[in-house]
């Protein structure tokens, strides 16, 4: 049987009134009826909010899935294309479902202070992994803007993803800033000195500023050491080569 108001003018027995409802003064079996009515709107509202949240989360997992495996067959393009469009559904999905739906824990007691770090949700974590993979993608292609974008992306999901800051590290080496890209590689060295693959960047990195230094030194110096002009303009060496090519016509005319 459904909930109902009876003849007698009261709620049937399977009226079930949620203690978040109170009972008004002087409220009637009507108005009752119509609190739990919304209330049961409401909870139905909030199962096909969650029910949404779940599939989009499913969905980006799918496509991070076909992504990661289009990389590792060296698709880049094809990658980015999945990573674009996981990243489309799980951004902006509601933080209020996804808690219970990620075994993130109970609610908090009271929500987080203006300012306060967020809890973190699966969503945020495959958006982090998924930024870090496009930012790889992009640095293949040398789209070396794009790859610090991203990365900056992902660090802010995480100030400590390993891989974010070392692509956006290499990234500014390709644009020229070897400096800064040093000093990234070399504090990733520090917390992990077997990586021999950031210690070849590295080298290599170096190898570049030297190379790119050497070349500004010598153009500079070039600059200081050219003949000093006369007054019309004219170098020493300018004179010389005019003078040698007038000579054989004075020698002739003699």
Known sequence: ??????????????CRL??????????SP????????????????????????TEKLQTGRDKKAAGDDLFR?????????????AGLYLNGLDRSL???????????????KPGAPQPKTEADELLEKIWTNMAACHLKAGNYKRVIELADKALKKNENNTKAKYRKAKALAGQGYTEKAISMIEELIKADPNDEAMKKDLADIKATQAAVEKKGLSKFKGMYNRPPKDEKGKGK???????EIKSPGVAASS
């Open 237 to 243: 060496a300018d004179e010389e080569e005019i003078e």
């Open 30 to 53: 009507l108005r009752s009826y119509s609190a739990l009515i919304h209330h049961n709107n409401s909870s139905l509202t909030t199962a096909a909010s969650a029910m949404d949240v």
């Open 98 to 112: 996804l808690p219970a739906l990620t075994g993130g824990g109970e609610e908090p007691a009271e929500p987080p």
């Open 18 to 27: 949620p203690k978040t409802i109170k009972w008004l003064p002087g409220s």
């Open 1 to 14: 049987m459904s909930c109902h108001v009876t003849n007698a003018g009261r709620l049937s027995a399977q």
């Open 73 to 85: 067959k060296g698709d880049f393009k094809g990658a980015l294309r999945h990573y674009h469009e």
